[in-house]
């Protein structure tokens, strides 16, 4: 279990990052549509409100980290983390529960999801425009 730094009356926990994971922040929406590219890939992720999700990849992460609309969380950052059994909200609340040592998401698989999740960048190419 990461570091702890406060507890509230609710069971959740403050938890510094860059411990036992960094952290990447991402909006809900992308965030979700992610976590289902990512399927059984995907490591444990909070859900903070109705605008964001955090997933926890490998210490270090955070220090390479550039995906637009994203924001990682490493040494100096914290999370809130539900009680284990919250798996609702209002608050922080469990989007996938962590397993016997599967907090984390692969980074690189992650970042894939994100920016599958996020779709063409506007003015890309979508073909070549010949017709058959």
């Given amino acids: 279990m990461p570091t702890s730094r406060l507890q509230s009356a609710a069971g959740w926990t403050l ?3 860059g411990h036992d994971w960094d952290a990447i922040r991402v909006p809900r929406s992308v965030g979700l549509a992610a976590m289902a590219i990512l399927g059984t890939r995907c490591g444990a992720v909070v859900e903070e409100s109705v605008s964001a999700v955090y997933f926890f990849t490998l210490v270090g992460t955070a220090s390479g980290w550039e995906v637009e609309n994203t924001r990682a969380l490493g040494t100096g950052s914290a999370v809130t983390i539900p009680p284990s059994r919250r798996t609702q909200g209002p608050g922080p ?10 907090w984390h998401t692969d980074p690189d ?12 960048r506007a003015g890309s ?6 017709s058959a």
């Fill in 15 to 17: 938890y510094d990052a």
């Fill in 109 to 120: 698989a992650l970042r894939a999801a994100i920016e599958d999740a996020f779709g063409p």
């Fill in 125 to 130: 190419e979508h073909g070549t425009g010949a």
């Fill in 93 to 102: 609340h469990w989007r996938m529960c962590p397993g016997d040592g599967s």
